[in-house]
């Protein structure tokens, strides 16, 4: 098996994005190679069909035990055993690439699997207890009968997958892998928020009761059919999922006993090692903590000083630091607390969403045909959840990616961030990076549906800068807002590092951010929730983004006139996720054709 030095030396031919070339033999043969493992994937993985619209195996759940976790790791040894088979010198360069990127995607993962005891298997960002209802919400839509059926037998099969689940997390802790305390109150939260409300209390609706009943209600069913599945639902509800979730929740209870108050991933087996790994597979690159941590500092400084002259622009004549307090405090720049504030702020969403869309033309070439929506993230998770997301549409065209709104906390929604979020998570953002990537003809699916942090973030924080340039932030604060983030992806470089390599402790995390960033005490703390749990990942952002913004001022310098950003914007997303070394490739090939031209 080639290591990740020798994959990324293996340059190739240099591959151009939308390149036409006919397909030889062996590129048929290569492509049915990788439709025949990435249809045996998606046939093991019911959840994953659903998250793609495929009404399949939608009456069941994932295998999560180790004995399939094995399987799957043995299947991917022997992909990559079968993928050498190929002659390369036959390829053309599209096929070369997707081999370099199923090598890549492949000994990622079988290095993760090296680690998969360190991955904390349930957290407040993610994992089985929010994957169940988040599938069966959003991913399981009811046209009639069968749909129901397959809907009820999921809820029948919510306390086996539960169990399953509490033996995978036991496996773990007996390793001595827990996250810290503090994380199992705020996993504990949404499990037992499934579990209130009817059938299982009289207070409203719990989630999937109201959800079940929604679909149901609008399906084309006889009425003597329709009360029938409800009765069935209740009877899963009140049965299997109760049972289910009241399992997971006894032991989570148990296990927050045994849990410590240290937070860095330093202190889990080879923790330094398994730390490196991180941040070398969210920025595809051979980064170190110590340089991470050195590159946050400068980029902090650098935007401190910027954020300074815009404070001076307003009319603000105190401290950055008093200025911080300012938009922190003054209500002004806040929605209300009410349901009317709510409204507005997914009301504001709507309409920003739709003039950026309208402006597709003037930065991209290939638009996604798919549309994006405004929608407020459901109650039961609010919690836990972040305050904005994105959920891409499903691969049939059913339905529309969705960016999410969290209306939790208000306060912790700053009306002069929600521009920013937007064009991050929806236009020109991760819808318009994910369903490009998805509606890409002629590529494998494994490489439209592949994920590549640093590229998909680094898009979305490129994006907030493009936003900026097509001047669609409308006001000094709208601009601050945009700074404010970016700020928090730089300051993301020092505190990721700081809890992870230098042990930093949550208290001194979270109080460098209060005293870097204008954000809330209280949205500082989930901010460093966040990379407690999910070790270099945030990296990813600062690191992708800074090698766009070289690639595009490298095409800019080398082209002079004939440089066409919407060209640019189309080859960086016109492969799909790639490899920040592989983008590098692919955009001065695409100089040097343009050059030349």
């Not at 996250?179 to 949404?190: A, I, S, T």
């Not at 869309?357 to 039961?380: C, I, M, Q, T, Y």
């Not at 929730?529 to 800074?546: C, E, F």
């Amino acid at each position: 098996m080639l290591n990740r030095r020798e994959w990324l030396a293996g340059t190739g031919a240099l591959v151009l994005a939308g390149l036409a070339t006919a397909q030889s033999s062996e590129d048929v043969l290569l492509n049915q190679f990788f439709e025949r493992i990435f249809q045996r994937d998606l046939d093991r993985s019911p959840i994953r069909q659903s998250r793609l619209g495929i009404k399949r195996d939608q009456d069941k759940w994932d295998d999560i035990s180790e004995r399939r976790q094995l399987q799957d790791h043995r299947l991917l040894q022997a992909d990559l055993r079968a993928l050498r088979r190929f002659d390369r010198a036959r390829l053309s360069p599209q096929a070369q690439l997707s081999c370099r990127m199923f090598e890549w995607l492949a000994q990622d993962s079988l290095k993760s699997f090296t680690w998969r005891r360190n991955e904390y298997l349930l957290t407040q960002m993610g994992g089985i207890h929010t994957q169940v209802p988040n599938t069966l919400v959003n991913s399981h839509p009811i046209e009639g009968e069968a749909d129901a059926r397959a809907y009820i037998a999921r809820l029948k099969g919510v306390e086996p997958l539960m169990r399953q689940l509490v033996v995978e997390v036991r496996r773990q802790e007996l390793e001595g892998v827990q996250p810290p305390r503090f994380v199992y109150e705020l996993v504990l939260d949404p499990c037992e928020n499934i579990l209130r409300g009817q059938p299982f209390d009289t207070a409203g609706d719990s989630p999937l009761w109201a959800d079940f009943k929604s679909k149901v209600a609008k399906a084309d069913l006889e009425p003597a059919v329709r009360a029938n599945l409800l009765a069935q639902a209740q009877e899963a509800l009140k049965g299997s999922v109760r049972s289910g979730y009241q399992h997971l929740i006894a032991h989570l209870r148990e296990a927050a006993q045994t849990a410590t108050l240290l937070d860095g991933v330093w202190k889990l087996p080879d923790g330094a090692a398994y730390y490196q790994w991180q941040l070398e597979s969210s920025t595809t690159l051979a980064v170190t903590a110590a340089d991470l941590h050195a590159l946050g500092l400068r980029e902090i400084d650098r935007l401190h000083t910027e954020m300074s002259v815009l404070a001076r622009r307003s009319g603000f004549s105190g401290t950055l630091r008093a200025f911080f307090e300012y938009v922190r405090e003054d209500s002004r720049f806040y929605y209300p607390n009410t349901a009317e504030g709510r409204g507005q702020c997914i009301d504001d969403a709507t309409r920003m969403l739709a003039e950026v869309h309208a402006r597709e033309d003037e930065f991209l070439g290939r638009k996604p045909r798919a549309s994006v929506v405004v929608k407020a993230v459901e109650e039961w998770r609010q919690k836990s959840a972040p305050k904005a997301f994105y959920r891409g549409p499903p691969a049939d065209g059913s339905a529309s990616g969705v960016f999410y709104v969290n209306l939790y906390d208000m306060k912790a929604a700053p009306r002069y961030q929600l521009p920013v979020i937007l064009y991050h998570e929806a236009i020109p953002g991760h819808h318009v990076e994910t369903t490009i990537a998805h509606e890409l003809t002629g590529v494998p699916r494994f490489r439209r549906f592949a994920g590549v942090s640093a590229f998909s973030e680094g898009w979305g924080l490129y994006s907030e800068r493009l936003a900026a340039e097509l001047g669609l932030y409308r006001d000094l604060y709208a601009d601050f807002g945009r700074l404010s983030l970016e700020l928090m992806r730089a300051c993301r470089l020092v505190v990721d590092t700081g809890l992870h390599a230098m042990h930093w402790s949550r208290e001194r995390a979270v109080s460098y951010l209060d005293e870097n960033m204008p954000g809330s005490h209280y949205d500082n703390q989930r901010e460093v929730d966040r990379y407690i749990v999910l070790p270099g990942q945030a990296t990813a952002y600062y690191v992708g983004m800074s090698k766009i913004v070289e690639l595009r001022e490298r095409a800019r310098s080398k082209l002079g006139s004939r440089f066409d950003v919407r060209a640019f914007h189309d080859t960086v997303l016109g492969n799909g996720p790639l490899p920040l070394p592989v983008l590098e490739e692919i955009i001065n090939a695409w100089i040097a054709d343009r050059a030349a031209a």
